[in-house]
């Protein structure tokens, strides 16, 4: 399974290392990576993939919570249902 996760939040130290070591807990493999810093704004959007039989309610409750932890918003999406929102 894939899914998309957004990271935004205002920039500090350790986002991207507490996000991407989270993933890695998860045995989620980062394909694609994307981040930008805008005056002071922190803003990252990952593509990431799991095994077929990963929980993936697991997978959005445990990056929130990370997220919560270092105070940025994280938000995640299956990439099949991502897709399909954005072609209407």
Do not use: P, W
């Not at 045995?27 to 704004?41: D, F, H, K, V, Y």
């Not at 990431?48 to 105070?71: C, H, I, P, R, Y």
């Amino acid at each position: 399974m894939r899914a998309v996760v957004t990271v935004v939040g205002a920039d500090k130290i350790g986002i991207v290392a507490g996000v991407t070591t989270t993933l890695s807990e998860l045995q989620a493999n980062i394909i694609e990576i994307s981040q930008t810093l805008m005056s002071g704004a922190f803003t990252m959007m990952m593509i990431v993939e799991t095994s077929d039989t990963a929980d993936f309610a697991n997978l959005k409750d445990t990056l929130q919570n990370k997220g919560k932890a270092l105070g940025v918003t994280i938000h995640v999406q299956n990439q099949a249902i991502f897709d399909a929102m954005h072609k209407l």
